[in-house]
């Protein structure tokens, strides 16, 4: 059985300035869903889970329909192994390549579009706090263009903010 890893929590705003100066996506927010682990060197390999990395029993929407367009995808750009965030309304929200490195929202939405429906992007904007301030009240969440990942204390998370 594959190994799921937890997707991080999501900080708000005001404990991420380093976002602050970065081009990113201004995506609506999201509920968890499951996470779907594909590993494809020799046959297939698929757990599926929460989004605390506890494993669940696959359903058939899954295995029918989401989990083989996901396997196409990786097939075509040579993927190899992938974790893959779905949210509860069955939205691929994030993607995760390894510990610690996610694909960014633009690769995301333009690779995977045509086959499963992806995370909403609201605007692209660069961060200041004029943009902050006309978000703040409002569901989203920003994540930079090019994947990147913030230090806290000695755990390494996404920088990804919630308005």
Known sequence: MLELLPYPTIAPISECPEIV??????IEAYEPGVAVVIERMNDPAISIGDWSGNHLPPTNELLSNTVPLLLK???HIALNQAEF????DGTLVDVQLSIN???GPGM???VFKSTIKTQIVDSIVTVDQTKIDELRGKNFILKPSKYRHYMRGDIILPLYARI
């Open 21 to 26: 100066g970065l081009f990113c996506y201004v």
């Open 73 to 75: 995808m990786m097939q």
């Open 85 to 88: 965030f779905i949210s509860s």
């Open 101 to 103: 490195k996610f694909i």
């Open 108 to 110: 995301l939405r333009d």
